[in-house]
């Protein structure tokens, strides 16, 4: 059985574009591998950039709380508390 990761954090605005930076000490480097292509190793964290898609879809702004799920050889982002519109 695979083991399930998951951690939360907060949305990052960077350069105009929306990163989570999350420490590979506390899981972030479990998740290089299935992040490749949308994310960087930057010293200590792994920085993700959120997809622009991904951001309108889960109506994600700077300053939300998010939650990072590694289960199934996949990874998961969504709002830790889903805003009701």
């Known amino acids: 059985m695979e083991e399930v990761l998951s951690l939360e954090g907060p949305v990052l605005k960077v350069d105009g574009e929306l990163v989570l930076f999350i420490p590979l000490s506390a899981g972030g480097d479990e998740l290089i591998e299935l992040s490749r292509g949308i994310s960087e190793v930057q010293g200590e964290f792994l920085k993700i950039k959120i997809p622009v898609w991904l951001e309108a879809v889960l109506r994600i702004e700077e300053g939300d ?13 969504g709002l830790s508390d889903p805003r009701v519109h």
């Not at 709380?65 to 982002?77: S, T």
């Open 65 to 77: 709380l998010v939650c990072v799920r590694k289960a199934g050889g996949l990874i998961r982002v």
